[in-house]
């Protein structure tokens, strides 16, 4: 297994439990077991994290955009303090019938990160638990780990495990960086 040099995350599901409404500020952002220390790993190994995140609670005017701004850099401030390294944060802040193309199942978010990390898709994988984080990376032409966390149970009945595009099938992200560092 080739270690890739990007690694996407899918926030909500994979980072983070989901919630039924959506995180207003960071006290609700409550991490997945083992989590936090598998963004650690990753940046202790070399590779570069990237969260890459639905956030229609902005264009849905649920929350404003400094509120998952301030979220993200408190994120990235903990990461910080325990030794990770940096971690870019690209998020479609639309509401979903607004059509715009940065709205993942849209590949436009992972073909930014791609062009800011100057990673080839081959060089990138994208971790997510839901269809329209596979179809994203699809069509961005980015491996994918789909883990079981979230929706990711759900998502497994609905992707083709046969599918070139699905890399792996792993418990939570945790498993997903032990795969990724075998």
Request: charged share 25%; aromatic share 8%.
């Given at each position: 297994?080739?270690?890739?040099?990007?690694?996407?995350?899918?926030?909500?599901?994979?980072?983070?439990?989901?919630?039924?409404?959506?995180?207003?500020?960071?006290?609700?952002?409550?991490?997945?077991?083992?989590?936090?220390?598998?963004?650690?790993?990753?940046?202790?190994?070399?590779?570069?994290?990237?969260?890459?995140?639905?956030?229609?609670?902005?264009?849905?005017?649920?929350?404003p955009e400094s509120r998952i701004r301030h979220i993200h850099a408190t994120l990235q401030q903990r990461l910080n303090q325990r030794g990770g390294g940096f971690m870019n944060v690209y998020y479609c802040p639309h509401n979903p019938k607004a059509g715009c193309r940065c709205r993942k199942p849209e590949a436009l978010?992972?073909?930014?990160?791609?062009?800011?990390?100057?990673?080839?898709?081959?060089?990138?994988?994208?971790?997510?638990?839901?269809?329209?984080?596979?179809?994203?990376?699809?069509?961005?032409?980015?491996?994918?780990?789909?883990?079981?966390?979230?929706?990711?149970?759900?998502?497994?009945?609905?992707?083709?495990?046969?599918?070139?595009?699905?890399?792996?099938?792993?418990?939570?992200?945790?498993?997903?960086?032990?795969?990724?560092?075998?």
């Open positions: 297994m080739v270690v890739k040099r990007a690694v996407f995350l899918d926030r909500d599901g994979v980072v983070n439990k989901n919630r039924p409404d959506c995180i207003h500020n960071y006290h609700q952002f409550q991490f997945l077991p083992g989590a936090f220390d598998a963004i650690i790993r990753l940046c202790q190994n070399g590779l570069v994290p990237a969260l890459i995140t639905n956030q229609s609670c902005i264009g849905r005017g649920w929350v978010m992972l073909r930014k990160a791609l062009s800011d990390y100057k990673a080839a898709p081959s060089e990138a994988v994208f971790v997510g638990d839901n269809v329209t984080d596979f179809l994203a990376a699809k069509n961005a032409r980015v491996p994918f780990i789909l883990v079981r966390t979230g929706y990711g149970e759900k998502s497994l009945k609905k992707i083709d495990p046969r599918d070139p595009g699905l890399l792996s099938v792993q418990e939570d992200l945790a498993g997903a960086v032990d795969f990724l560092l075998r």
